[in-house]
């Protein structure tokens, strides 16, 4: 089904554009993607499932991997938690051929950027910083304090949209997904 080889994609944006969101979609519409399921040391929200949302890990657990050379790329994360992506499943994945789609932020896209250049980069824009703010506002998993932190980080993330290779405005879901797809090299349904 892929028009090109089998390539890594990593996406990436500030906090709250949807990047969750359009991961799902694709889960749900795409399965021939595999999406890389993150370790993170933050607790689950809710609704969130172990081993499909993230991998939810110990800070001790996470210094291990870190140490061991587990982890493609991490980092610390609205200076709070740390996230990062396995790198066994996703070098797997690869030599088999399959479209792999890192779900990362902005740190550890620049980290995949060094280990991996030939990787597409792909930057979730939101249509304006007024609906970024509703969108974090609006999904209320995060209190006064943390969701300013994650606006501050959102001002510094929106400076990065030159570095990458695509910006796709997450205006719409499901068309951010397919111009997403089709970045892949994948056929949109």
């Given at each position: 089904?892929?028009?090109?080889?089998?390539?890594?994609?990593?996406?990436?944006?500030?906090?709250?554009?949807?990047?969750?969101?359009?991961?799902?979609?694709?889960?749900?519409?795409?399965?021939?993607?595999?999406?890389?399921?993150?370790?993170?040391?933050?607790?689950?929200?809710?609704?969130?499932?172990?081993?499909?949302?993230?991998?939810?890990?110990?800070?001790?657990?996470?210094?291990?991997?870190?140490?061991?050379?587990?982890?493609?790329?991490?980092?610390?994360?609205?200076?709070?938690?740390?996230?990062?992506?396995?790198?066994?499943?996703?070098?797997?994945?690869?030599?088999?051929?399959?479209?792999?789609?890192?779900?990362?932020?902005?740190?550890?896209?620049?980290?995949?950027?060094?280990?991996?250049?030939?990787?597409?980069?792909?930057?979730?824009?939101?249509?304006?910083?007024?609906?970024?703010?509703?969108?974090?506002?609006?999904?209320?998993?995060?209190?006064?304090?943390?969701?300013?932190?994650?606006?501050?980080?959102?001002?510094?993330?929106?400076?990065?949209?030159?570095?990458?290779?695509?910006?796709?405005?997450?205006?719409?879901?499901?068309r951010a997904t397919d111009e997403l797809v089709?970045?892949?090299?994948?056929?949109?349904?």
């Open positions: 089904m892929t028009t090109t080889p089998a390539r890594l994609t990593v996406l990436a944006g500030p906090t709250a554009v949807g990047k969750g969101t359009v991961s799902a979609d694709i889960r749900e519409r795409y399965p021939e993607v595999w999406l890389s399921v993150s370790a993170t040391t933050r607790p689950p929200r809710p609704g969130e499932v172990e081993g499909v949302h993230y991998h939810f890990v110990t800070p001790a657990e996470f210094d291990r991997m870190v140490r061991d050379g587990e982890l493609l790329e991490w980092a610390y994360v609205h200076s709070r938690n740390r996230y990062g992506t396995p790198r066994a499943p996703v070098q797997e994945r690869l030599a088999e051929g399959e479209p792999v789609l890192l779900e990362i932020d902005l740190q550890g896209a620049r980290q995949v950027r060094e280990t991996m250049p030939e990787a597409r980069f792909v930057f979730l824009a939101p249509p304006s910083w007024e609906e970024l703010e509703r969108r974090l506002v609006g999904r209320g998993t995060e209190g006064p304090e943390e969701r300013e932190r994650r606006l501050e980080t959102a001002r510094v993330e929106l400076t990065a949209e030159p570095e990458f290779d695509v910006v796709i405005v997450n205006d719409d879901v499901h089709r970045e892949m090299g994948l056929v949109t349904r």
